[in-house]
């Protein structure tokens, strides 16, 4: 594949190129003239499920085998947290890579490029505490996991991540790019990704998240498969192993069955990582009654036309719309509402990474250095696009709540308090219109 010609539209770097077009305002949508973008909604995991299934006919189809399959990095189990071995050699070595995270190095799940130094034994804490905020808890409905639904038209744009494609998607992106590069490049950059071979398996596990979602979160009965037909009916082109170039709906590849391939069983430790809350509930509601008499703490969930820059923590009190309090745990677990967390208008001043972490209920601040404790509600992470600013809409963050607050002692309380925690220099480019709660089906 390397050695083929650019003008082969099977060629690696043309491969590349697919991801780079598709994600970096290339095209505009369909009798309009907005742009497309397949990251940040409910195309996410399509569109890239799309892109890697053609790789792997194109592969196979070159070295004369039908039956040939893509590798996945499974990241989330403690025998991959380790750039595999086969991409440390060879035609699949990257010379864009950071050298810092190379093996024995365990991956970060929720990499802020602020802390390095982890031992292995407590980024692997780290990791399982994040695989279960973003697959499990934060992520009870399908709109919390697939992001928002993106539709055409100026009415029906939207910018809202799913929680995995905010982390563990963009962080390990980040985490794999050169830190000698000014946007990590080759990883780190969306416009560069897929020029490294680890790409196509780093998105091969995320393919396999969202089956395993869909398994573990099947029994919900607001979890079913996205029925909407501006989903269902919308449509891509790609080059198939026959360099033709072919449409192919989202209907046309959510069985992966009717695709020819399976993933390999392997085991979820995480699904029992659940987070305890950094302090004792009850200690800690005392302690939250004193943060009413200090002054200097912004007070209003929402910040008003001038929005808040996130140069710094910022801290509100949110008010909770409803309360169920009258059905018995289970039927909260089964039929309530899940109760969502919202930081609304987020708008990044400039094509930079940003990320910063959502914590609820945080007595101490300066112990929340991860998802390692129950008050870590989620996560907002941005790539850079391009090497130029993409315009696009101000984006909102929705994470699930509902299994914290229970763990906190805090789902029968009027309100919480939510702390919004900058990861990094790059957010006093990051304005902020308010923090909300929503209750979604």
């Known amino acids: ?173 980040y985490w794999v790019g050169s830190g000698l590069n000014p946007g990590r490049e080759n990883m780190g950059s969306f416009y560069s990704a897929a020029r490294d071979p680890i790409f196509y398996v780093h998105h091969g596990n995320l393919d396999r998240m969202w089956e395993v979602w869909r398994r573990i979160h099947g029994d919900r009965p607001y979890n079913s498969d996205i029925i909407d037909p501006d989903w269902l009916d919308s449509y891509f082109f790609f080059h198939d192993e026959k360099s033709q170039l072919v449409r192919i709906r989202i209907r046309d590849v959510l069985n992966i069955t009717n695709l020819r391939y399976a993933y390999e069983e392997v085991p979820l430790p995480w699904l029992t990582a659940r987070p305890p809350p950094s302090v004792p509930p009850k200690i800690a509601r005392e302690l939250l009654k004193l943060r009413d008499l200090d002054e200097p703490f912004v007070r209003s969930a929402d910040f008003g036309p001038h929005s808040r820059t996130l140069d710094t923590t910022v801290r509100v009190k949110v008010h909770r719309p409803k309360m169920h309090n009258k059905i018995s745990k289970k039927q909260k677990d089964y039929f309530q509402e899940e109760e969502v967390l919202v930081v609304y208008g987020i708008e990044l001043k400039e094509e930079k990474y940003v990320k910063f972490d959502v914590y609820v209920n945080a007595v101490d601040e300066t112990l929340m250095v991860g998802p390692v404790f129950r008050e870590f509600a989620g996560t907002f992470v941005n790539i850079p696009h391009s090497i130029r600013r993409v315009m696009r809409r101000k984006s909102n963050l929705k994470l699930g709540i509902s299994e914290l607050l229970q763990d906190l002692e805090a789902d029968e309380d009027a309100s919480i308090w939510v702390s919004l925690i900058p990861r990094g220099e790059d957010c006093m480019h990051v304005s902020i219109d308010g923090v909300r709660i929503e209750y979604m089906h």
């Open 1 to 173: 594949m390397k050695s083929l010609p650019y003008d082969d539209p099977r060629s690696f770097r043309r491969q590349a190129d697919v991801h780079c077009i598709y994600c970096t305002g290339a095209y505009n949508q369909k009798y309009s003239d907005l742009p497309l973008n397949v990251h940040r909604s409910w195309l996410f995991f399509p569109w890239h499920r799309m892109m890697i299934y053609f790789h792997e006919r194109i592969l196979g189809s070159l070295i004369g085998d039908d039956n040939m399959a893509l590798l996945f990095w499974n990241w989330d189990n403690p025998a991959g947290m380790v750039i595999p071995e086969i991409f440390m050699n060879g035609p699949l070595v990257d010379g864009d890579r950071e050298i810092s995270h190379f093996p024995p190095k365990f991956v970060d799940l929720n990499y802020d490029s602020l802390v390095e130094g982890r031992g292995n034994e407590e980024q692997l804490k780290m990791n399982m505490a994040t695989m279960y905020t973003q697959m499990v808890s934060g992520a009870k409905t399908t709109e919390l996991f697939m992001g928002c639904s993106y539709k055409a038209g100026e009415g029906g744009g939207c910018d809202g991540p799913g929680t995995v494609e905010n982390a563990p998607h963009n962080t390990v992106h």
